[in-house]
């Protein structure tokens, strides 16, 4: 949800009181939930005005759609759009519309990891991976770290190497969990797993256990090791350091180095930077840009490399903190 729509979704929330609120909770996925419900505990003191613009605003959006010649799915989606923002009502969409989700595995979005990984370690690493890919990463992350070192190697490199379930494997899984939690479900196809997956659950693994899968993988698969790794933690997301990392992070580039991985940045990334050194530093770094003649791609991409390589050495060290690893600590 955006921070916007989060913030009028918990007052509308309120003031449709505790019967129909509880309605509406059981139509949001277990992130929403918990997002919706501590915006909620922050709701206090909402001056009258406000309260007549969540309320106009909802109106307006009802108003806007007729009870006549409209389809059932675009009222939803413009609704749910509203209320949650884009991505979320999107990914809402898909688990109403296509039906794509098992209820065994949405009941583990509601168990603690301790508990779901006592209830998995015994199965085998693919149905363990499987099931992974399914849950919110930060949860899949806390799972797998209560998991033994070498299975928990073996799960991450089954999830970057995968690409899709069958039905039939969906349907045998989905049977195994409804032993054990009485939950129904019709299995479908669809795409997980893969690179991009198992990279957002490293990144939020404790350091020494992300470098023990990454390890694992890297003696499978070098390239594939490579590939996770550069999905891992990206130039553009230097945006989400802070500016005491962003700061310790320029001690060790070369201004030279950084005016060309600057080169194939954005505005957002270029004024991160530049507000993170003194006023005489930035003047003439923005000036360096300007003057400095086109640069290839390649050569762009290659000094962002470096740079990323010095963030994960710094984050080894402990001396800057990526987003996710929430548990480290400045030094």
């Not at 270029?270 to 530093?281: G, L, P, T, W, Y």
Request: glycine share 6%; proline share 3%.
């Amino acid at each position: 949800m955006a921070d916007e729509g989060l913030d009028r979704s918990a007052i509308l929330m309120i003031l449709l009181g505790e019967q129909e609120a509880a309605e509406v909770f059981k139509h949001l996925s277990p992130r929403d939930v918990q997002r919706l419900g501590e915006a909620m505990t922050k709701v206090s003191g909402i001056a009258r005005e406000k309260l007549g613009e969540v309320l106009e605003q909802f109106h307006n959006d009802v108003a806007k759609q007729s009870s006549f010649g409209i389809e059932g799915g675009h009222f939803l989606r413009n609704v749910l759009t509203s209320a949650l923002g884009a991505e979320k009502a999107e990914l809402l969409l898909e688990r109403i519309v296509e039906n794509t989700d098992t209820p065994g595995i949405e009941r583990l979005k509601w168990v603690d990891p301790v508990s779901v990984a006592n209830l998995i370690r015994n199965e085998h690493p693919q149905i363990i991976a499987t099931i992974l890919v399914h849950l919110e990463q930060d949860q899949s992350a806390a799972i797998l770290a209560e998991l033994p070192p070498r299975l928990r190697n073996d799960v991450v490199l089954r999830i970057a190497t995968m690409d899709s379930v069958e039905p039939h494997a969906m349907r045998e899984l989905n049977d195994s969990l409804l032993q054990q939690m009485a939950a129904t479900e019709r299995p479908a196809k669809k795409s997980i797993g893969g690179v991009t997956m198992a990279a957002g659950i490293l990144n939020l693994l404790p350091g020494a256990a992300e470098g023990e899968a990454v390890e694992s993988i890297r003696e499978f698969d070098i390239d594939l090791a490579q590939k996770v790794e550069d999905e891992m933690f990206k130039f553009e997301n230097l945006l989400e350091l802070d500016d005491r990392a962003v700061q310790t992070l320029l001690r060790e580039v070369a201004s030279d180095a950084l005016i060309v991985a600057l080169k194939g940045a954005d505005v957002a990334m270029r004024e991160k930077i530049f507000k993170n050194m003194s006023e005489r530093a930035s003047a003439q770094m923005r000036e360096d840009l300007e003057t400095r003649g086109p640069v290839r791609l390649s050569e762009v991409e290659a000094q962002q490399r470096e740079i990323l390589k010095t963030v994960r050495r710094l984050a080894e060290e402990g001396t800057l903190v990526l987003a996710g690893k929430a548990d480290d600590a400045f030094v």
